[in-house]
């Protein structure tokens, strides 16, 4: 078992930032991929980025050279450097957690971000 606990969402201006942090505990020696995902109000959940063990990193499209993704195997901790807000990335953010040999999904409850004038 995983808890995943976030941080850091809130309301800001177009162009601002802010970073998100992922708190897991439980299990996690065996815990692979981290990331996060987002959902806006009548669209699926989507991967905005992803860290393996190792550091290597993915990034959605649209989030590629504004947000960065790191890792701290030490604090256990997986945070979202989020730049250049735009309204589109207004959403629910949710840290993510790939664990065992079955990848199996541990998922946190999510954190607003809002992006508004």
């Known amino acids: 078992q995983v808890q995943l606990v976030e941080s850091g969402g809130g309301l800001v201006q177009p162009g601002g930032s802010l970073r998100l942090s992922c708190a897991a505990s439980g299990s996690i020696f065996s815990i692979n991929d981290m990331g996060w995902y987002r959902q806006a109000p009548g669209k699926q959940r989507e991967l905005v980025a992803a860290i393996t063990r190792g550091g290597s990193t993915n990034y959605e499209d649209s989030v590629r050279g504004r947000f960065a993704i790191s890792r701290d195997s030490a604090k256990n901790t997986v945070s979202l450097q989020m730049n250049s807000l735009k309204p589109e990335d207004t959403a629910v953010y949710y840290c993510?957690?790939?664990?065992?040999?079955?990848?199996?999904?541990?998922w946190g409850q999510g954190t607003q971000v809002t992006v508004s004038s």
């Open positions: 993510n957690a790939l664990w065992g040999l079955q990848r199996r999904p541990y």
